[in-house]
């Protein structure tokens, strides 16, 4: 459990800063994010569902709709300032980037056993659990 804590949002090679005011894995969180200019070069899915609202900045998603070999189709999204929240489902497959600072404040529910990453570099998808292990023995969430 956190409560008012600050550290990276997904991983060390995250763009993503993270100020929890609690986290209860198997209950919820909440947590103020705020992205740094740029993005991961990695696809991604959620532990969790969550809802958010955009404070300050622009964020771009492009989620990852169809990934057969040789072909992947994805569909793009823009974020601003508004009083409309967004809904991202623990299996939407995206890639966030921002375009200068965003803040972002972020209500996420429980957490599941697993998510995964798509790592275009490398056309191979990661299955991961707490603490961002690898799990090679999990058969793959497939984006469809």
Known sequence: MKIFSMMKDGGPESRVW?????????????VLLHFKDGSREA???HAFNSISWVLRG?????RLL??????????FYIYKPSFKPV?????????????GDTWVLSFRGPWA???QEYLPAEDRFVTL????VECPDVFPITVE
């Open 129 to 132: 659990t707490n603490g961002r």
């Open 113 to 115: 056993k697993y998510w």
């Open 18 to 30: 993270g100020y929890w005011l609690i986290e209860a894995k198997k209950l919820f969180s909440v």
């Open 43 to 45: 696809y991604h899915s």
């Open 58 to 62: 622009k964020l771009t998603e492009e």
């Open 87 to 99: 809904w991202t489902a623990r299996d939407n497959m995206h890639k966030v980037s921002s375009t």
């Open 66 to 75: 169809l990934k057969q070999p040789g072909l992947t189709r994805s569909s």
